[in-house]
């Protein structure tokens, strides 16, 4: 989209690739600085969104971070996530809440946009949780707005369940007169992962028999789950998808078509069983078809995986956008 005029100077903070900020961007939010960590994240972003991200550590940086009116941060889930051990502020990179606390208290930040995984309310019994509400409404005087919203409810074919909590600054929502809501009813998805699939694929994505063996195993000992494939509604994109994880827990897709284009191989033998592609990844998580591939495909599963799905983003920013009254023109 193309607006006439932008608003609100926006910071980003461990924007990764930039799923979060595109978001923003397509709704009128004028970024001016980002910042990520991992050189590659930063490599795909300067490629597709712009040059004003900067690489290194956020609390090197500080000082170097501009006055804004918004700040985004998809601050790192690990520390909180089901699948990892969940320490919490214990883990250095849980840390990092508050140097978004530091920023926001030296800015005085109008609106602040937190994204992370879904198990952060409970975490430690939900203390980790409550340690940040308390941070945010009473140190720091923000009027606190979280809910968990689902890719597949905003037209993508993907359940990715993530926490989103929004904060306005309490004197600026109360001066404004602001009333803000979560996107109040979900997009109905009438597309499927098949109608997003690539026509083309190369070998590579297929799983050899070998390989099939494994994926379609129904798992070991304590851990016992039914492998399903083809699945319409594509499970949660992870940043480990190279490693192709059992059927249980990543996607794989019949492909006949593409399978037949192939010569059997004695020495390795291939299925009609493939992963998804960096390109499939790239449509699953709502980035723009213009998108430019400038880094491995191993970094194009990373960031796929670790991003925020854009149109989840946007309904977010456009619920901000309709909060503040602000009269978006778009040039046809």
Same mark, same amino acid.
């Given at each position: 989209?193309?607006?006439?005029?932008?608003?609100l100077n926006t910071v980003s903070l461990f924007s990764g690739a930039g799923g979060l900020d595109l978001g923003f961007i397509n709704a009128g939010f004028n970024i001016i600085w980002a910042n990520d960590f991992?050189k590659y994240a930063v490599e795909s972003y300067k490629a597709n969104i712009g040059d004003h991200i900067k690489l290194g550590d956020i609390n090197e940086l500080l000082d170097e971070v501009p006055s804004h009116?918004?700040?985004?941060?998809?601050?790192?889930?690990?520390?909180?996530?089901?699948?990892?051990?969940?320490?919490?502020?214990?883990?250095?990179?849980?840390?990092?809440?508050?140097?978004?606390?530091?920023?926001?208290?030296?800015?005085?930040?109008?609106?602040?946009?937190?994204?992370?995984?879904?198990?952060?309310?409970?975490?430690?019994?939900?203390?980790?949780?409550?340690?940040?509400?308390?941070?945010?409404?009473?140190?720091?005087?923000?009027?606190? +707005?979280?809910?968990?919203? =689902?890719? #597949?409810?905003?037209?993508?074919?993907?359940? &990715?369940?993530?926490?989103? !909590?929004?904060?306005?600054?309490?004197e600026f929502y109360e001066e404004n007169k602001l009333k803000f809501n979560f996107p109040p009813e979900p997009i109905e998805n009438t597309v499927t992962v098949q109608e997003l699939l690539d026509e083309e694929?190369?070998?590579?994505?297929?799983?050899?028999?070998?390989?099939?063996?494994?994926?379609?195993?129904?798992?070991?000992?304590?851990?016992?789950?039914?492998?399903?494939?083809?699945?319409?509604?594509?499970?949660?994109?992870?940043?480990?998808?190279?490693?192709?994880?059992?059927?249980?827990?990543?996607?794989? +897709?019949?492909?006949?078509? =593409?399978? #037949?284009?192939?010569?059997?191989?004695?020495? &390795?033998?291939?299925?009609? !069983?493939?992963?998804?592609?960096?390109?499939?990844?790239?449509?699953?998580?709502?980035?723009?078809?213009?998108?430019?591939?400038?880094?491995?495909?191993?970094?194009?599963?990373?960031?796929?995986?670790?991003?925020?799905?854009?149109?989840?983003?946007?309904?977010?920013?456009?619920?901000?956008?309709?909060?503040?009254?602000?009269?978006?023109?778009?040039?046809?």
């Amino acid at each position: 989209m193309h607006y006439r005029r932008r608003h609100l100077n926006t910071v980003s903070l461990f924007s990764g690739a930039g799923g979060l900020d595109l978001g923003f961007i397509n709704a009128g939010f004028n970024i001016i600085w980002a910042n990520d960590f991992d050189k590659y994240a930063v490599e795909s972003y300067k490629a597709n969104i712009g040059d004003h991200i900067k690489l290194g550590d956020i609390n090197e940086l500080l000082d170097e971070v501009p006055s804004h009116d918004v700040l985004l941060a998809g601050f790192p889930c690990q520390p909180f996530s089901m699948m990892g051990e969940q320490k919490g502020f214990e883990d250095e990179r849980g840390t990092l809440f508050f140097s978004i606390e530091t920023l926001l208290k030296k800015h005085n930040t109008k609106i602040v946009v937190l994204e992370n995984v879904k198990n952060l309310e409970k975490h430690d019994g939900g203390k980790t949780f409550s340690r940040m509400k308390k941070i945010l409404e009473e140190d720091l005087g923000y009027v606190l +707005f979280y809910n968990v919203l =689902n890719s #597949s409810d905003y037209g993508v074919p993907q359940t &990715r369940r993530r926490l989103f !909590i929004v904060g306005f600054k309490k004197e600026f929502y109360e001066e404004n007169k602001l009333k803000f809501n979560f996107p109040p009813e979900p997009i109905e998805n009438t597309v499927t992962v098949q109608e997003l699939l690539d026509e083309e694929v190369d070998r590579r994505y297929f799983l050899s028999e070998k390989v099939k063996a494994t994926v379609m195993a129904t798992g070991t000992k304590n851990y016992v789950a039914k492998p399903e494939i083809d699945l319409k509604i594509a499970r949660p994109l992870c940043a480990t998808m190279h490693k192709m994880h059992r059927a249980s827990q990543d996607n794989y +897709f019949t492909d006949d078509i =593409n399978r #037949s284009k192939f010569e059997d191989d004695e020495k &390795r033998p291939i299925s009609n !069983i493939r992963m998804l592609t960096p390109n499939e990844c790239r449509r699953l998580q709502g980035f723009p078809s213009e998108w430019k591939y400038v880094v491995s495909n191993l970094q194009l599963y990373r960031q796929f995986g670790n991003a925020v799905t854009v149109n989840v983003a946007y309904q977010v920013a456009m619920e901000i956008v309709k909060s503040l009254h602000i009269n978006l023109e778009i040039e046809e």
